[in-house]
């Protein structure tokens, strides 16, 4: 089983400050997708990366993916309360798991007005 | 828009009951999967399915079973519930890298 750790579990933070969010394996992947969910929901997609250095942005949100494939990184800028919710990468490897998709823990984000 | 509906948001059952979850999908995709999510563990595959009738084990199947008769209905099944399974199971459909959730059944056993 392919495995993703997520730093840091818990951040809480005040509106305006800048945050960063790490998700980390040993194990190389196809791709990686960052979701984010709010309570008492389902999680909904934010972005995907499938280029090893792929940098993608989403307003004010800046994803990163390593040059092996093998972690990521969600920076956001300003933080809002808005962007208040649960965050999870998830990793795919098409050539060793198909269409398997492994989760990481989660990191909770609360940004405090 | 993708549409994942799970048939239950909130379910109260009792230990050794037979627990049938159920989940459909409105756009024809071939893979489906049933997560459960714990606080701390995120979420953990339980089974997946990438076809009609096709089932593959997932992390942690062992108290579940699925059924996939029709493309679109992804059912999980607890054969006698306990109250280890008490948790928030996700249904997601999946394609060209991206999975679409259903908005989850809160089951408690008691």
């Known amino acids: 089983t392919q495995l993703l750790e997520q730093s840091p579990q818990f951040l809480s933070i005040q509106e305006g400050e800048n945050l960063t969010v790490y998700c980390n394996s040993s194990s190389v992947f196809s791709s990686l997708q960052w979701y984010r969910q709010e309570p008492g ?4 997609l ?3 990366v499938v280029t090893g250095g792929e940098v993608k942005k989403l307003k004010r949100l ?4 390593g040059d092996a494939r093998k972690d990521s990184s969600l920076h956001i800028t300003a933080a809002q309360p808005g962007d208040t919710g649960l965050y ?3 990793g795919a490897n098409w050539e060793t798991s198909g269409s398997r998709l492994t989760f990481g823990e989660g990191t909770q984000l609360t940004v405090n007005p | ?3 994942v509906t799970q048939s239950s948001r909130y379910l109260v059952k009792r230990t050794g009951e037979k627990v049938f979850l159920e989940c459909v999908q409105d756009m024809d995709h071939e893979n489906m999967f049933w997560y459960r999510q714990d606080p701390g ?3 953990r595959l339980i089974y997946f399915s990438y076809d009609v009738k096709m089932k593959e084990k997932g992390d942690i199947p062992e108290g579940y079973s699925v059924s996939r008769e029709k493309k679109e209905r992804f059912s999980l099944i607890l054969e006698s519930a306990s109250t280890n399974q008490t ?5 997601a459909s999946w394609v060209n890298t991206e999975a679409f959730f259903g908005q989850g059944t809160r089951l408690t056993v008691v």
């Open chain 1, 62 to 65: 800046t994803f990163q993916f």
């Open chain 1, 46 to 48: 934010l972005v995907t």
């Open chain 2, 87 to 91: 948790s928030m199971y996700l249904c």
């Open chain 2, 1 to 3: 828009d993708v549409k």
């Open chain 1, 88 to 90: 999870l990468c998830a």
């Open chain 1, 41 to 44: 929901e389902g999680p909904v």
């Open chain 2, 41 to 43: 563990l995120g979420l």
